[in-house]
């Protein structure tokens, strides 16, 4: 990412918002600041729950700083597209907003699921994985409703995710 970042920096004026998952992150800034109009990065700490079967996959990327901060931006710039990265960060696209959204997809996490679920010995294990899978295809296809199209890093994810994700286009 810090590549692309980089590659874009040359030819676009970026504003880059990114959850940070460690406090060691923060030391990584410094080399991304030169490369943006502006960096807003924030602590995220995951919950510290732990559920068998998760109601709402993705959600724990939702906070209020962050939706606060990318109001912020919104609010104090103009753009001419938003790129998420990851579908954690899907749940901030809006069409509503008018701006070109892209979501980066690493990894169908349906499809990674499912063979999680496939390759289980144990019952119990099938059972959870086969469990996780309907919610994230569910969530993941539900937040590709937020965005004007996907990009993902492999052939055979953009045929997974296109078999659910119509009318949004899906690219390699």
């Not at 109601?55 to 938003?82: G, K, N, S, V, W």
């Not at 144990?122 to 965005?147: C, H, M, P, T």
């Not at 078999?163 to 690219?171: D, N, Q």
Request: charged residues 30%; contains cysteine; negative net charge.
């Amino acid at each position: 990412m810090y590549q692309l970042l980089k590659r874009l920096a040359g030819r676009y004026r970026i504003t880059l918002l990114s959850f940070l998952e460690t406090d060691e992150e923060r030391e990584f800034l410094a080399d991304l600041e030169p490369l943006c109009q502006r960096v807003v990065a924030m602590r995220r700490s995951p919950p510290l729950r732990w559920q068998m079967f998760p109601y709402e996959p993705f959600d724990e990327f939702r906070t209020p700083q962050m939706e606060e901060a990318l109001q912020d931006c919104l609010e104090h710039e103009d753009f001419d597209l938003i790129q998420l990265e990851y579908t954690q960060m899907a749940c901030y696209g809006c069409k509503e907003l008018g701006i070109p959204t892209i979501l980066t997809k690493h990894e169908v996490d349906f499809a990674a699921c499912l063979r999680r679920a496939k390759n289980e010995r144990g019952l119990f294990s099938k059972a959870r994985w086969f469990y996780n899978y309907l919610q994230v295809l569910d969530r993941e296809i539900r937040l590709l409703d937020r965005v004007d199209a996907a990009v993902c890093m492999t052939e055979t994810d953009r045929r997974e995710l296109a078999k659910f994700a119509r009318p949004v286009p899906v690219h390699v």
